[in-house]
């Protein structure tokens, strides 16, 4: 599972002129799932995305996490994240699970970010062409991996 972190002080999604998700103070998570991918690297990952402590105090330091500000996530799917571009210039994108798999993983994510957040979480449409709106904050933009655990 590979995600894209950004901080944001708005975002939204938008799929056929209709606003499917919109968050104002948070996070932007982008998310792509490989048939690798357990429930175990799924809790893992999420846990990390609601304790990450990336938004300022009183001081202007980074010790504040989205459960700390009460800000909200926006989570939309993403299976880019998984081009490999080594041969040619077409990408391809065969490490990227097949919507059977990562349909379910991609709902269980949202599901379990909820209930750590004590509120719902914001998203996009699977496989859906969106539109994503945001204002990066900082800006600050985190990328992780649950196949690289040991870097993050």
């Not at 950004?6 to 998570?29: E, F």
């Not at 998310?31 to 995305?49: H, L, P, R, S, V």
């Not at 490999?84 to 990408?91: A, Y």
Request: glycine share 6%; aromatic share 6%; with cysteine.
């Amino acid at each position: 599972m590979r995600a894209v972190i950004q901080r944001v002080t708005q975002a939204s999604c938008t799929v056929a002129d209709a606003v499917t998700g919109k968050i104002d103070q948070g996070l932007l998570i982008l998310i792509g799932i490989e048939d690798a991918d357990t429930e175990e690297d799924m809790k893992w990952m999420a846990q990390k995305f609601v304790n990450l402590r990336i938004f300022s105090d009183e001081n202007g330091l980074m010790n504040k996490s989205v459960q700390d500000i009460n800000g909200n996530i926006l989570l939309i799917s993403q299976f880019t994240l998984f081009a490999q571009t080594k041969k040619g210039n077409r990408p391809s994108f065969i490490r990227a699970a097949r919507p059977d798999k990562a349909i379910p993983m991609y709902e269980a994510m949202s599901a379990f970010l909820s209930r750590l957040l004590g509120k719902k979480v914001q998203c996009g449409i699977f496989g859906a062409d969106m539109k994503i709106d945001l204002r990066n904050d900082g800006p600050v933009t985190i990328i992780m991996n649950t196949q690289d655990k040991d870097n993050f």
